[in-house]
């Protein structure tokens, strides 16, 4: 199982280009979610999914947008690339259950937005 | 109100020590999970230790062990019989309502020889 995939792994864009991040995950995990992190801020959620089909915002989502059509990739689209979106950006996705379910985490991709 | 909190933003501690990393978390549900991840420099994030809400006894994996105190709503990591290898970063979770997860902002631990 190669778990939980992302690319780039690393990307400079120039302010107002857009650009998709892509997740992809081959444990058949319901459950996916991006996260921005940057310097002494921890990990801030982005959006999450529950399902194919079922997305909804979380802490920071503006100025992204997601889509998820398989269960298995959940790619993040920069709409409109600002400086502030400048941070490295984590993919992860977690089983269903009540048990466990920890989050098994990409590799991460580090955007700059110049 | 942040729901997750680590309150040190760098440790230190010898070699072979012990060292306990705090995290306290608020939440008004009754089920929870709390989790451990550690980021080294290389940036990977790995999942360390979980520990349910309803789990009584204190949830340990090798060295870790985490110190879970309900009702004060704490749930601190111990690492025992620290090693070089345990220089990084450590993140305290919290899953509320699957699949929703909450991390604290981080404590930066240095192992020195």
């Known amino acids: 199982n190669a778990g939980v995939t992302q690319t780039p792994k690393f990307q400079v864009l120039k302010t107002g280009q857009s650009m998709t991040l892509q997740c992809a995950q081959d444990m058949n995990h319901e459950y996916m979610s991006w996260y921005r992190q940057d310097p002494g801020m921890g990990l801030r959620l982005i959006h999450y999914s529950v399902g194919a089909g079922i997305t909804d915002q979380g802490e920071v989502p503006n100025g992204y947008n997601v889509s998820r059509s398989t269960t298995e990739d959940f790619p993040l689209r920069l709409l409109s690339a600002a400086p502030s979106q400048t941070s490295v950006y984590f993919c992860?996705?977690?089983?269903?259950?009540?048990?466990?379910?920890?989050?098994?985490f990409g590799p991460g991709t580090r955007l700059t937005v110049l | 109100a942040q729901k997750i909190t680590q309150t040190q933003p760098g440790m230190f501690v010898q070699e072979k020590e012990a060292v306990t990393l705090d995290c306290t978390y608020d939440t008004s549900d009754q089920s929870y999970g709390l989790f451990w991840y550690k980021q080294p420099s290389s940036g990977e994030m790995i999942f360390l230790i979980y520990q349910g809400s309803y789990d009584e006894q204190n949830a340990t994996e090798g060295r870790y062990s985490l110190n879970f105190q309900k009702a004060r709503k704490s749930a601190n990591l111990v690492i025992s019989a620290s090693q070089l290898g345990d220089s990084a970063m450590y993140f305290c979770a919290m899953r509320e309502g699957p699949p929703r997860f909450y991390f604290g902002t981080g404590t930066s631990l240095t192992v020195i020889p």
């Open positions: 992860a996705s977690s089983p269903r259950t009540r048990a466990r379910g920890e989050q098994f």
